[in-house]
């Protein structure tokens, strides 16, 4: 029986390297795409069975590229592997374009089961996340959805907050300087604001860019100090120690 063929769609070096060794005996990985848009080039041309997509991807994250992708690719079957753990993105992405969503905390037979199951043509997500969805529900069950923001929108908001400039943005998108700068400053208007700080937190927010993470304090510094031996008579040489 001929393996299934996956296309893993993730800028993280080591992660991409790992699927590999834990996919490959069972799999067959037929190629990578380290963004967003390199993603909408390559799957129309390898045609994989299953994508794995993580969501943090630069230039185009990975739920905008998986919703253009469904509707380059209406059979693909994308299973969304991340760090991300809002339940809120998990059952947007499930509801219009992914057959799975799995964590990247989960253990690979987890992950085994998400694409056997998006292949039979069924959904799947973590146990983990599943559970969370339905306390959720019980909370809340008709909690009101913000108004979303248009696919040009969100292409806009990313490159900006990714630190690309207007003029950039524009090239990557093919679109003019004004278009750019009308989509920036009706965003800015429509959400309240006021400066590049707010700009990028509302990115954050949108989960376009991934949350940084956490800065690590510097490492404590070795110091060497001089230690006199107290039992010896004779004057000897004196020699550095470490302290922590």
């Known amino acids: 029986m001929a393996r299934a063929r996956l296309l893993i769609a993730d800028d993280h070096a080591l992660v991409v390297e790992a699927f590999k060794k834990l996919l490959e005996p069972k799999f067959e990985i037929i190629g990578v795409a380290s963004d967003g848009r390199e993603l909408l080039q390559l799957a129309p041309v390898t045609k994989p069975d299953v994508i794995l997509l993580d969501l943090g991807m630069p230039l185009l994250n990975g739920f905008d590229a998986g919703r253009k992708l469904k509707k380059l690719l209406p059979g693909a079957k994308i299973v969304v592997v991340t760090m991300n753990e809002d339940v809120d993105t998990a059952a947007a992405a499930l509801r219009e374009w992914a057959s799975g969503y799995v964590l990247k905390s989960s253990d690979v037979t987890d992950l085994r089961k998400a694409i056997k199951a998006a292949m039979n043509g069924y959904k799947y ?3 983990r996340l599943a559970d969370r969805q339905i306390q959720q529900f019980i909370r809340d069950p008709r909690r009101p959805q ?26 990557e998108l093919h679109v003019t300087l004004h278009t750019i700068a009308f989509h920036k400053y009706q965003i800015m208007e429509e959400y309240g604001l006021r400066n590049n700080s707010e700009f990028i937190r509302f990115a954050i927010k949108q989960q376009v860019v991934p949350r940084p993470e956490p800065s690590r304090p ?4 070795k110091h060497a100090i001089l230690i006199q031996p107290k039992s010896c008579n004779r004057s000897l040489p004196r020699w550095p120690r470490l302290i922590e």
Not at 154 to 170: D, W, Y
Not at 218 to 221: E, G, L, V
């Open 218 to 221: 510097p490492a404590a510094k």
């Open 146 to 171: 913000s108004q979303p923001l248009t696919t040009r929108q969100r292409e806009v908001l990313q490159l900006l907050a990714e630190g690309h400039s207007m003029k950039q943005a524009a090239a």
């Open 125 to 127: 997500v973590s146990q």
